[in-house]
């Protein structure tokens, strides 16, 4: 939605366009997300900053009711964790939850130690679209252990729609039968071509998954990450056989009696420490 930052709105009448048509969907907050992909988008933590808050100044004098946060798509980077702890990269609403992109049409060699260490320093990653990744059915098995360990997977809204042909179509609805999908989000990058579709998501979803856990993924679990809330705090996913799967709802990070009756845990930020749990799931 900040214009001129990447590929999504290219000018401030399609960002309002936009907050228009999110707010037309009964959505309140809006988590900004432009892409950091050096070499190609050079955005960073104060730049991005700046254009939320010149943003959201804009939808107030125009009065659409709609809240801001900061955020970015974080491309998958060696220095990760320090550029988060730098400032450079930027998290959802300040909180411990990320949003990573995981290069597109080839798996990462080290996918799961990248996404262990993330969660070894305290954060909740969020994977963006893995249903459009086009190497996701040959790293099933991978995506399901990466949820084990928690990490949350967020579904773009019109895959469930089809929008994106047929295999996210299949891929949306198999991790949501199978209690992988924590939130949906609409992925909007313009005001008609990718508008915000997060209704038509959720009503989708609902048919599926039941009403419930149509709100839990967008509103519920949404909620618990502007309030950083540590995911052992909100339900599970949804699984297909309609219960609530309580493994993967519960945080990886939850600390563990160790062998002389204390907590072994590192990296405690406010309740999202690291258990022998975590190490467990990734075999380390």
């Known amino acids: 939605m900040l214009p001129g930052l990447d590929d999504g709105a290219s000018d401030i009448g399609v960002s309002l366009a936009m907050a228009r048509a999110a707010v037309a969907q009964g ?163 313009d005001a008609e071509r990718r508008p915000p579709d997060l209704a038509r998501g959720r009503d989708i979803v609902a048919k599926r998954a039941g009403p419930a856990e149509a709100e839990r993924l967008v509103v519920t679990r949404p909620l618990a990450v502007l309030q950083d809330q540590p995911p052992s705090s909100v339900p599970g996913p949804w699984g297909a056989r309609g219960v609530m799967n309580a493994e993967s709802g519960s945080h990886p990070a939850e600390a563990e009696p160790g062998d002389d009756g204390t907590e072994s845990g590192a990296a405690d930020r406010g309740g999202f420490s690291l258990s022998r749990r975590v190490r467990r799931f990734f075999g380390q």
């Open 27 to 189: 959505i309140e907050t809006v988590a900004c997300t432009p892409h950091i992909l050096p070499g190609l988008y050079h955005n960073e933590g104060p730049g991005i900053r700046q254009a939320v808050a010149a943003l959201q100044e804009r939808l107030d004098a125009e009065a659409i009711p709609l809240r801001l946060v900061t955020g970015a798509d974080v491309h998958m980077c060696p220095d990760f964790v320090p550029g988060l702890r730098s400032g450079r990269l930027v998290p959802l609403a300040d909180s411990h939850y990320v949003l990573v992109e995981p290069p597109h049409h080839t798996a990462p060699p080290q996918l799961e130690n990248f996404f262990f260490n993330l969660v070894a320093a305290g954060y909740v990653p969020v994977l963006t679209h893995p249903e459009r990744l086009s190497w996701v059915p040959q790293r099933h098995e991978a995506i399901g252990r990466l949820v084990r360990a928690g990490v949350w997977m967020q579904i773009t809204a019109g895959s469930f729609a089809g929008a994106f042909g047929r295999n996210a179509l299949y891929w949306a609805e198999r991790m949501l039968d199978e209690g992988s999908v924590h939130l949906i989000a609409t992925d909007a990058h």
